[in-house]
């Protein structure tokens, strides 16, 4: 093999460029099929024919077709320009989250440049508590505990407040530090347990109704001093999805009544950091809604609902020294308005 036709990734690894070169190339030029939910298509087909058949009668009822037209003509102007507006604004914030993923990739390559060629025995690590639980909106939390093993977050929120789209949030904070003067590589996991109900109301109108919308998630992001590694695809896991949609002037409302009960897996790996830094993890329970003409009930609080997360779990890839404990003297806690404080 010539040094021209070969990549050294290094000292070990040389890679045969032609035929990684064909390897991708046999891949792009596989075909993919179009998966679209069952019954997209005659939904569609349906519609547009459906709509045919209206007109006539519509007017021969003495709606006048053109004026109809000219409404749904300015009001798809309206939205074209609205979401051109939305489209800069998202933009930006794209341009940012970009940024945010670029740091986090360059962490993770000094981790893995770290790694490289070195033989390693993982080190397990269990921080059973977290230092703080927090929530926002306030008044999301209602109550929580904290204790090894077993913190628990009692979360509630009724809004009826119309909304684009809003979050609420319960935070499980865990750290720990790295307890020598030299670079640690680590993993990190954690589990979170929800049992809940959700019901959403929607009301009705006269061609169309309202809508309330719930999407339950978790995630984990990982603070490495001023970085935020939240970019890696373990960091984020989907729970349920409520959703009522109001009817026309035939229809009374809608509602979205769901129990939730579920768990989640979050993991991160390939995390640098540096000698003696403290590393914040946070474990997120997030209710993202919206409400047209509706409303939301969340209730993760009465009786036997929670939101539940055991531990953060780590695992230390690089020698741990003398000590590898959480970096705070856990004392007993106690709960004081809503939050848990030692």
């Not at 940024?99 to 921080?127: D, H, M």
Request: net charge neutral.
């Amino acid at each position: 093999m010539s040094k021209q036709s070969a990549i050294t990734l290094d000292k070990n690894l040389v890679l045969d460029r032609a035929k990684a070169k064909a390897a991708i190339d046999a891949i792009n030029d596989r075909k993919h099929p179009m998966l679209l939910e069952r019954g997209v298509q005659a939904r569609g087909k349906l519609r547009k024919k459906l709509g045919k058949e209206l007109r006539p009668l519509s007017a021969s009822a003495g709606l006048d077709l053109g004026k109809l037209d000219k409404a749904l003509k300015g009001s798809q102007a309206e939205l074209k320009k609205s979401l051109a507006q939305e489209q800069a604004a998202t933009a930006k914030q794209y341009a940012q989250a970009h940024k945010l993923r670029l740091a986090g990739l360059a962490n993770t390559r000094a981790a893995l440049e770290q790694l490289a060629g070195t033989a390693y025995l993982t080190t397990p690590i269990a921080v059973s508590t977290p230092f703080f639980i927090g929530a926002r909106p306030v008044g999301f939390l209602e109550d929580s505990t904290i204790a090894p093993f077993n913190n628990v977050a009692k979360a509630s929120l009724h809004i009826t407040q119309n909304t684009d789209g809003s979050s609420a949030k319960i935070s499980f904070y865990y750290a720990w530090q790295n307890p020598i003067d030299f670079l640690a590589v680590l993993n990190c996991s954690a589990d979170v347990i929800v049992n809940g109900h959700v019901k959403n109301l929607a009301d009705d109108g006269i061609f169309t109704g309202g809508s309330a919308t719930v999407k339950l998630r978790t995630e984990l992001n990982v603070f490495v001093g001023p970085l935020t590694i939240s970019f890696q695809q373990g960091q984020k896991a989907n729970i349920d999805t409520i959703t009522a949609e109001g009817g026309g002037i035939f229809d009374v409302g809608a509602v979205g009544d769901r129990d939730v009960s579920a768990s989640t897996h979050l993991s991160a790996s390939n995390i640098q950091v540096e000698g003696s830094r403290i590393v914040v993890f946070e474990v997120a329970f997030v209710a993202d809604y919206s409400i047209d003409d509706g409303s939301i009930d969340v209730d993760f609080a009465s009786g036997d609902r929670s939101v539940i997360c055991p531990s953060l779990n780590i695992e230390l890839l690089t020698p741990p020294g003398p000590s590898v404990q959480p970096p705070f003297v856990l004392e007993p806690f106690k709960s004081v308005s809503g939050r848990s404080v030692r």
